[in-house]
């Protein structure tokens, strides 16, 4: 007889209180009834019990509630195969997936290259948190050749952190080139994969070894949930991730893994519209005459327009412009005139979203260059002729602006 078909039987005799603590709680409760469901069942657990004394320092089994459970376990299955990896590990945050993927691949001592144009949270931990640890920092620029940035490896390079394309400039690396150099020379290549979100490229493939995710952004798609993923086909690769998570204490929800896994099975669909709109809406405003230039790597001209049609397999939402130069208050017309984009500095959901990102990407080891006011726009999944109208707003401002200086 099972445990809890004893304490079934022994129910009777206990009192109310322990009867209270105990009502509802059976085998079937815990693991799901014969009913199959189309999403699997989430489990809010901390503890995890266990049906014999043997079992609790098993390695076959889940003991502890922190590591995940079956809802955790379906999203990262559902990772690998989005990925094409063998093992994937789930994390907080975007930010935190990063942080861990560094710390799991270096010590201190080591030295790592890492793209100029990555997103500044990453930059501001190797600058910080790694610089205290030990770990020297090098930049190279997000326009960088694959030899220019091969050439930087010297005998204490561990990693090559890319972001591709680049976080609010949108450069292209040779991923392929840099992850083939960097294999030859035994340095391991990390990649934030957020723009490509797994389906529009996929790193694994082009010889990349880790392949991180903010899946808050179109994974999610929903604007309402913070977390990250970090993918590899290496096993032992992945034991090094299972044990920085072990070590760190990271844990996330079954319920928002719930809401990453349920939208997940849309993100080709919704990431197929958002990229087609994006491209409208591109193009319109590449003959737009307050638009200096267009940040857009699947438009005909851009710089790594080449890289992109030979690497990825269509376009997302996310895309930059650089305005005519004008007085400061033009470009914050622009932007507060604009009434479907609203102002936010998270991109992949459902809406539209505008920044500047001009306080971001002006320093000297970014080595931006550009007159006028940089935009960073994310066209969502609304009409592109309404978003279209929106953005004639926002020209028609700056203008004004710009004439009234």
Known sequence: MSRSGQLDD??????AVTRLVHAGDSDEARLGFAARSVNPPVQRASTVVLPDAASLYGNDHPTYGRAGLGVQASLEAALCELEGAVAAKLFSSGAAAITAALMTVLSAGDDVLVSAGAYAPTRRFCDGMLARFGVRTRYFAPSASSAEVLAMIDGRTRAIFLESPASLTFELQDVPAIAAGARARSVLTLID??????????PLEHGVDLSIQALTKYASGGSDVFMGSVAVRDPKLGERLLQTVWDTGWAVSPDDCYTVL?????????????????????????????VAQMLCPALPGSPHHALWTRDFTGTNGLFGLVL????????????????LFMLGFSWGGFESLAVSGDPQVRNPSRGWRADGALMRLHVGLEAPQDLIGDL?????????ACHQA
């Open 10 to 15: 022994e129910r009777a005799s206990w009192s």
């Open 324 to 339: 005519k130069p004008g007085p400061p208050r033009g470009a914050d017309a622009f932007l507060d005139a604009l009434q």
């Open 392 to 400: 004639r707003r926002g020209l028609d401002a700056f203008t004004a």
């Open 262 to 290: 349920r939208s997940l099975r849309t993100l080709p669909l919704r990431l197929a519209r958002h990229g087609a709109s994006a491209l409208e809406v591109a193009q319109w405003l590449a003959v737009q005459p307050e």
């Open 193 to 202: 994969n957020t723009w490509g979100a797994g389906v529009l490229f996929r």
